[in-house]
């Protein structure tokens, strides 16, 4: 399994934010990872990354343990967390160079053009973050994720703040990225989940609701976004 987690809790003081928390996801998986603000989506997420760690409970990533191979497990992950922290006063190859070079990747020059091809970034190469809009700032940022060539892509609330076709390209992108990768997402646009994702983890109050393949959510009648309120009120 591309990631494996086995009753995982945590808590923050005396609030227990995950309980109990198991799943597993395998590799050519889009995983849209639902729930309502404070269910402990980005904790969990943050704990799959490195960023945080679990008072309980073990995950593994790619067969490594997270809190026993954590630079090894960081390796194989690309993240984009929910506020896409960008160096916003620098290029976008430039930016894109300084996060190659800490993953000490080989021909990075290649490998920064390929990557901008990859996520539509050829026309807005050569100007810097701030001047783009925040759908192409969405693209840099799963840009940088995706640098380091990661068997498994996280990503919080990925398509946030986009228009319509912003929607329909970052979609795009991450339908063929999962095509030979783990891709694990948040995100609250009910109707996008049906078309990126093949599987459903539904999350609330820090426990697992639901755990359920679009296709039989389809074949059951259920549409997701009453199944969705249901389990989260």
Excluded: W
Excluded at 57 to 62: H, R, T, Y
Excluded at 123 to 135: D, F, H, P
Excluded at 180 to 191: E, F, G, N, R
């Amino acid at each position: 399994m591309s990631i494996s987690i086995n009753k995982v809790n945590k808590f923050y003081g005396k609030q227990q934010v995950l309980t109990d928390i198991s799943f597993s996801l395998k590799k050519g998986e889009v995983v849209g990872f639902l729930g309502p603000n404070g269910a402990g989506k980005s904790t969990l997420m943050k704990i799959i990354c490195c960023y945080l760690q679990q008072d309980s409970g073990k995950v593994q990533v790619c067969d490594l343990d997270t809190q026993e191979n954590d630079l090894l497990v960081k390796a194989k992950i690309g993240y984009l967390p929910e506020n896409n922290p960008l160096y916003t006063d620098m290029y976008v190859k430039e930016y894109l160079s300084f996060v190659g070079g800490i993953y000490k990747i080989n021909n990075l020059k290649n490998r920064i053009s390929e990557i901008i091809e990859q996520t539509g970034l050829s026309t807005e190469q050569s100007k810097k973050i701030e001047e783009l809009s925040k759908g192409f700032k969405q693209r840099v940022g799963l840009a940088a994720a995706l640098i380091h060539n990661p068997e498994i892509l996280i990503l919080d609330e990925p398509t946030t703040g986009l228009d319509p076709n912003q929607l329909i390209e970052i979609r795009n992108l991450i339908k063929e990225v999962g095509k030979d990768k783990t891709v694990l997402l948040s995100t609250h646009i009910m109707q996008e989940v049906d078309k990126m994702c093949n599987r459903i983890i539904i999350i609330s109050k820090g426990k697992i609701v639901d755990d359920k393949q679009i296709a039989d959510l389809q074949k059951e009648g259920l549409d997701l976004e009453n199944h969705f309120r249901n389990l989260t009120t």
